[in-house]
């Protein structure tokens, strides 16, 4: 069923250079539900801000960083930690630009650019943020089936099929309130920590080589097998859904509409991102560290598949617990990477196109698009191919970035869309950048894939 599109008014009285001032809020069913208490202390306010940041973080270490970050740090060693470390930072300054949209304007970035663009831009748009999503949910598909394999001996055949059960995990989370689906995501988030943290332990890495692998390296551009990992690492951490879902899940939050209540509500939520996204990174260069530590220092250089990762690490550390909590964390990782790819995609379709569906009829549908072609390739390959799938979908995210950062930065760098909310010139220079890099890095690999 479709959604009128004029049914609130704006909270913020944004400037008249948007075409609607009368719109569904972004996620209705929450929007401002949670309080900010006024009058409390700043750290209560703060607390009352902490969760979607951890949401977004969430994207940063699902099961297609996993692959990034193993096939990386089985081949390259250390090196590719630049990678991890550049892409959080991008990430970092985007989510806060996503979240002065969202409290400047009260839009989220899906609904900007259909109130900015006529339609032959914002449907194009519209499709390539849904590829994404799509490309999102083809990595948790096949991560979750294979965390069902190493842990329980599930065929990936009938775990993908499984996955698809997660709509009610969604639809009963929901039901009992925003800050429940917060706080399941968090929870889940500690299991992957405390897995990480214990492989790391018996891993026992070179920590001086670690220290060296933050370090920038010129051989990331001139080797193309060392750019094409790179530029999945980068596509797995500044994934393009979640751009749209940081835009909607801030305005969860119910802060003062007053200038002094939304510029503190944007310092809230910018650190509430940037604590989660740190916390992000230490999973991910967990990863990518275990990976050099246990695969590339014994020679096991060419580790691009998950159970083959998992296979390994009981020989290597000794013992089941390694690749128990292996498994563990990945399980954990697709389930979280489920509720926040739903979300994303519901404010990218009612946003782009005023359309509504329910999240357990739009989760269904974009899970059997992504189930699609994981069964043709175990079908047709194999397991032994899944792999080298979960890799090229973090390139296709990284492909698709410059359509969600290049209006990001458009719209946060204009003064006619967001008054006194505008953003530094400092960060609009250094996103714009940003997303120059990016597109370059992109033309690069195709090029030396054209070329040969």
Not at 285 to 294: R, V
Not at 334 to 348: F, K, P, R, S
Request: net charge neutral; hydrophobic share 55%.
């Amino acid at each position: 069923m479709s959604a009128p599109d004029a049914l609130t008014p704006d909270l913020v009285s944004p400037p008249a250079a948007w075409r609607h001032e009368r719109r569904a809020p972004s996620l209705s069913e929450v929007f401002r539900s949670v309080a900010v208490p006024q009058g409390a202390s700043r750290f209560r306010r703060f607390l009352a801000f902490v969760g979607p940041g951890y949401l977004v973080a969430v994207g940063y270490m699902d099961p297609g960083n996993w692959a990034t970050s193993l096939a990386g740090g089985a081949k390259f060693g250390y090196t590719l930690l630049f990678v991890a470390l550049l892409s959080n930072i991008m990430a970092i300054l985007l989510q806060s630009l996503c979240a002065r949209l969202a409290i400047g304007t009260g839009r989220d970035l899906a609904q900007a650019c259909r109130d900015a663009y006529p339609r032959r831009v914002s449907v194009p748009l519209w499709l390539f943020a849904e590829g994404a999503i799509i490309a999102t949910d083809l990595a948790e598909v096949i991560g979750t089936a294979i965390g069902l394999n190493l842990l329980f001996g599930i065929p990936l055949e009938i775990g993908i099929f499984i996955t698809a059960a997660d709509v009610f995990l969604i639809l009963w989370l929901q039901n009992r309130g925003f800050r429940k689906v917060e706080a399941f995501v968090i929870a889940l988030l500690g299991v992957i920590a405390a897995s990480f943290l214990v492989q790391i332990a018996m891993a026992d890495p070179d920590w001086g080589a670690v220290i060296k692998g933050f370090a920038p390296s010129t051989e990331i551009l001139r080797n193309p097998d060392m750019l094409y990992i790179a530029l999945g690492i980068i596509g797995a951490t500044v994934m393009p859904h979640n751009l749209y879902l940081h835009s909607g899940i801030v305005q969860t939050r119910a802060w003062g509409t007053d200038p002094a209540g939304r510029h503190e509500a944007l310092r809230l939520a910018t650190w509430d991102s940037t604590i989660a996204l740190m916390f992000a990174l230490t999973i991910n260069a967990s990863i990518l560290i275990l990976a050099a530590a246990t695969f590339h220092a014994s020679g096991n250089t060419e580790i691009v598949e998950i159970d083959q990762a998992h296979a390994l690490l009981s020989p290597l550390l000794g013992g089941s617990l390694a690749p128990m909590l292996f498994g563990v964390a990945l399980l954990a990782c697709g389930l979280n990477a489920t509720v926040t790819a739903t979300m994303a995609g519901q404010i990218v379709m009612e946003g782009f196109i005023a359309f509504r569906l329910s999240p357990v009829m739009r989760r269904l549908v974009t899970r059997l698009l992504a189930i699609a072609p994981a069964l043709a390739v175990i079908l047709i390959y194999g397991s032994e191919e899944t792999g080298q799938l979960l890799i090229l979908s973090q390139v296709v995210l990284s492909f698709q970035l410059p359509f969600a950062i290049v209006p990001l930065v458009m719209f946060t760098g204009s003064r006619a869309k967001m008054g006194d909310m505008l953003a530094p010139r400092w960060l609009t220079a250094v996103t714009a950048l940003i997303a120059v890099v990016i597109i370059a890095l992109n033309v690069n690999l195709l090029s030396t894939v054209i070329l040969g």
